[in-house]
């Protein structure tokens, strides 16, 4: 079955790195995401990593990719006040923009002055 | 383009009473989803569409839960009677084959 999850809450420094962690369960996912979610508004796509790849980086986000251990991190370089938002994970199996997306909980990161 | 749109952006409503959503996806996106957001149970896929065709509403709590999508360009949620426990935001998003879902604002109902 499906079932991707994180932790709820994680405060950061600001100008630290951020690490957001998620596990899931299902290992035929092809793709895994990275969104984030600010204050009143929808889902963000941020980056996404193919299945068949460990480590995929984009300026401050470097995304890593465990596949044995079904675990997905996002590394958030040098964080900033504009960071602070809900990050979700999401998993989609068979393919790149298959129809579903298994959603994780979200993890509210709060940034520290 | 000016994205997935959402109306109304807030809906405050006595319970028992007909809530309509409204979506209007981005344009030349083939498939459309309705998610429902609440504290507890975090993002929950009710229904999508493709090419206005209901594929999987497996999500929908039950019938007093409804949504259609009379063409390309516009989709409704209905609550038909509203409760309580259907307060919650509620997420339209839109996606092109072989693409990401895109998402709108929401619509934050409030049933008291």
């Known amino acids: 079955?499906?079932?991707?999850?994180?932790?709820?809450?994680?405060?950061?420094?600001?100008?630290?790195?951020?690490?957001?962690?998620?596990?899931?369960?299902?290992?035929?996912s092809t793709y895994l995401y990275w969104y984030k979610?600010?204050?009143?508004?929808?889902?963000?796509?941020?980056?996404?990593i193919f299945s068949n790849m460990d480590m995929k980086q984009d300026q401050r986000l470097?995304?890593?990719l465990n596949k044995k251990d079904k675990h997905l991190s996002l590394r958030i370089a040098d964080t900033q006040t504009g960071d602070s938002a809900i990050y979700f994970c999401a998993e989609s199996i068979l393919g790149f923009g298959n129809e579903k997306l298994t959603f994780g909980t979200g993890t509210r990161l709060t940034i520290i002055p | 383009d000016a994205g997935?749109?959402?109306?109304?952006?807030?809906?405050?409503?006595?319970?028992?009473?007909?809530?309509?959503l409204r979506c209007k996806p981005i344009s030349g996106?083939?498939?459309?989803?309705?998610?429902?957001?609440?504290?507890?149970?975090?993002?929950?896929?009710l229904i999508y569409f493709n090419n206005n065709v209901p594929i999987d509403d497996s999500g929908m709590p039950e019938d007093r839960f409804s949504a259609k999508?009379?063409?390309?360009?516009?989709?409704?949620?209905?609550?038909?009677?509203?409760e309580p426990r259907d307060s919650a935001v509620?997420?339209?998003?839109?996606?092109?084959?072989?693409?990401?879902?895109?998402?709108?604002?929401?619509t934050r109902l409030l049933v008291l």
């Open chain 1, 62 to 64: 470097t995304v890593l």
């Open chain 2, 90 to 106: 509620y997420f339209c998003a839109s996606k092109g084959t072989q693409e990401t879902q895109y998402f709108g604002p929401g």
């Open chain 2, 29 to 45: 996106h083939d498939y459309l989803f309705w998610y429902r957001q609440t504290m507890m149970r975090g993002l929950e896929l």
């Open chain 2, 69 to 82: 999508m009379p063409n390309a360009s516009f989709s409704t949620l209905k609550i038909q009677p509203s």
């Open chain 1, 1 to 28: 079955g499906e079932d991707v999850e994180q932790s709820l809450f994680l405060s950061v420094r600001e100008g630290d790195s951020s690490v957001i962690n998620c596990t899931y369960t299902d290992s035929s």
């Open chain 2, 4 to 20: 997935v749109i959402q109306s109304p952006r807030h809906e405050v409503t006595e319970m028992g009473q007909e809530v309509t």
């Open chain 1, 37 to 48: 979610q600010e204050p009143g508004a929808g889902l963000q796509l941020l980056t996404y």
